[in-house]
C-alpha cells in the first residue's frame, strides 16, 4: 500500500549523503529514492546522528537509517541488512609527488 518512507540520514556524510540546499543528494539518497519509486512510495528524510540511530528508530520518528551511517552490526538492538555495496578507498597523486605504488 501507498505509505510515507521516513528515512534518517547524516547530512553530513559527502558523497553518499548531504545537504544540497533545500533538499539531500549522494548515493545512499538515490538509492533509497528508486527503492521507494519501485514501490510507489514518496520519502522523507530526516537528519540524524549514527550514535542517535537507535532511539530515533525506537522513538518512531524514522522508519529505518539510510545515507551515510556507519552502524554497529553486533548491536542486537537494531536490525541491519546485507550490505548492499562493497567500496575500497584509493589516493591518487601525481606520478611526480615522490609516494611510490605498495600494494
Known amino acids: 500500500p501507498q505509505r510515507t518512507l521516513i528515512v534518517g540520514l547524516d547530512e553530513e ?21 528508486a527503492v521507494c519509486g519501485t514501490l510507489g512510495w514518496s520519502i522523507r528524510f530526516i537528519p540524524i546522528k549514527a550514535g ?7 522513538s518512531g ?12 552490526a553486533a548491536d542486537t538492538r537494531l536490525t541491519t541488512l546485507s550490505p548492499y555495496m562493497q567500496n ?10 615522490g609516494f611510490r605504488r605498495t600494494g
Open 52 to 58: 542517535d540511530a537507535y532511539v530515533e528508530l525506537s
Open 13 to 33: 556524510a559527502f558523497p553518499m549523503s548531504y545537504s544540497d540546499g533545500d533538499s539531500y543528494a549522494g548515493f545512499d539518497v538515490d538509492v533509497a529514492k
Open 61 to 72: 520518528n524514522i522508519d529505518c537509517a539510510w545515507g551515510g551511517l556507519a552502524l554497529d
Open 88 to 97: 575500497e578507498m584509493v589516493l591518487v597523486v601525481r606520478t611526480d609527488s
